[in-house]
């Protein structure tokens, strides 16, 4: 069936920094990628998305591109803020698993002052 | 603008006591889905619903089940509550159309079981 790795469960990056945050998928079939947010006390929101390799989804700073070559769609940032301190969670869609979205395991940033 | 709203927000039962979650959706959206959400373990679909009278299982189902009776209501039920089942249940809905891929989710609903 399909999966989604993310391999940091948390990340602490200070204000300005630079965001990488990982993410790789495996699957039988040509998927659709997505970034859920997660704010505390909210349920998740969907963040950015890209359809098709070699896509790029953006959304307040953020991008992440669908890369078929090496399974990947981490996600990016030039310059993190306070208010961007959330769970991120990758997620798939594809006919293998019934166009049900998969979910990665969730990383979580927290932004320091 | 409601979107999706869940009841109770929190609860908390004792092992072997029985529950019912509550969704309910404004948006006229074909798709519902139960997720449960622990540490570590990401977002797992419990069960789902394509459309008004149907249900099928996800990831994982045991020891939990549906029923969408009307459109905009999903119900999921605990028969027996197990410790196991501690957890922060989401709700979420999206439409059927093709290439429309988001998911609306509600606020949740912490639930204890001791």
């Known amino acids: 069936g399909d999966s989604v790795v993310q391999t940091e469960g948390q990340v602490l990056p200070s204000e300005g920094d630079s965001l990488i945050v990982n993410c790789s998928y495996e699957?039988?079939?040509?998927?659709?990628l997505f970034w859920y947010v997660q704010y505390p006390g909210e349920g998740p929101q969907l963040h950015l998305k890209a359809m098709k390799a070699n896509d790029k989804g953006r959304n307040k700073g953020f991008e992440a591109m669908y890369r078929k070559e090496t399974t990947s769609f981490h996600l990016e940032k030039d310059s993190v803020q306070e208010s961007d301190s959330a769970v991120y969670f990758c997620a798939l869609r594809s006919k293998s698993s019934g166009d049900k979205l998969t979910f990665g395991t969730g990383t979580r940033l927290a932004v320091r002052p | 603008n409601a979107g999706v709203t869940q009841t109770p927000k929190f609860r908390v039962l004792k092992t072997g006591q029985s529950m019912t979650l509550l969704c309910a959706q404004d948006m006229n959206h074909e798709y519902m889905y139960w997720y449960r959400q622990d540490p570590g373990m990401g977002l797992r679909l419990i069960h789902y619903s394509v459309g008004e009278g149907t249900t099928a299982k996800g990831e994982v189902p045991d020891g939990y089940n549906v029923s969408r009776l009307k459109k905009q209501n999903f119900l999921l039920g605990l028969e027996s509550a197990a410790p196991s089942q501690t957890s922060v249940y989401f709700c979420a809905s999206s439409s059927h159309r093709a290439g429309n891929e988001k998911l609306f989710f509600g606020s949740g609903t912490q639930l204890s079981v001791l």
């Open positions: 699957t039988t079939q040509y998927p659709s």
